[in-house]
């Protein structure tokens, strides 16, 4: 009941609009290098952004585990993670909640990919997504897809949770295309 009566305020205060503008967001933008991390997932291993070179990279940032666009965007991923595997690409999801929220969310949607915990915000950070609203934090909706060598291909930002996988899977194919070498 807690944690529900806790997702519901936080719903509340990221719809609700802000007494002041955020600043613009920071972090890195396409074609520059994507900030290293080094984060916990839901089973308690460690993820870095070295690990994941020479592959492609769904990095995705949420608010919240257990709030209804988090859980929406969380459930899209997983639908289409056999897409995105088949495109070559690995998928993480990233917020600001600790590694024990983020096993009972993954538990609880049966998500097949690593959800980090970024209890000190310091990729949020690097990556320009951190957000306050009346004196709480949070990593705004965003994603970045990240090339194999370890390059911003493409940032999303207002993302919305149900159709990011598609513009992603898209991207991604379109990206791939134009890397492609052309035969002569």
Not at 21 to 42: H, I, N, S
Not at 48 to 57: A, C, I, M
Not at 126 to 131: D, E, F, M, P, Q
Not at 166 to 175: F, M, P, S, Y
Request: proline residues 7%.
């Amino acid at each position: 009941m807690r944690s529900v009566l806790f997702a519901v305020v936080w719903c509340l205060l990221l719809v609700v609009p802000a007494f002041a503008a955020e600043p613009a967001p920071a972090g890195p933008t396409d074609g520059q290098p994507a900030p290293a991390f080094r984060l916990q997932d839901q089973k308690g291993k460690w993820h870095t952004l070295d690990q994941y070179q020479g592959h492609w990279l769904v990095l995705y940032f949420y608010p919240k585990d257990f709030t209804p666009g988090c859980t929406k965007q969380v459930c899209a991923f997983r639908d289409d993670i056999a897409q995105l595997r088949k495109a070559g690409a690995d998928v993480l999801g990233v917020s600001l909640d600790d590694v024990k929220s983020h096993a009972e969310f993954a538990e609880k949607h049966k998500v097949p990919f690593p959800l980090l915990a970024d209890v000190d915000k310091a990729a949020a950070r690097s990556y320009g997504v951190l957000g306050e609203r009346m004196g709480l934090s949070y990593a705004r909706r965003e994603t970045f897809l990240i090339d194999p060598h370890g390059q911003v291909a493409r940032r999303y930002v207002d993302v919305d949770p149900e159709q990011n996988v598609k513009d992603v899977l898209a991207d991604l194919d379109r990206l791939k295309t134009a890397a492609a070498p052309t035969a002569g």
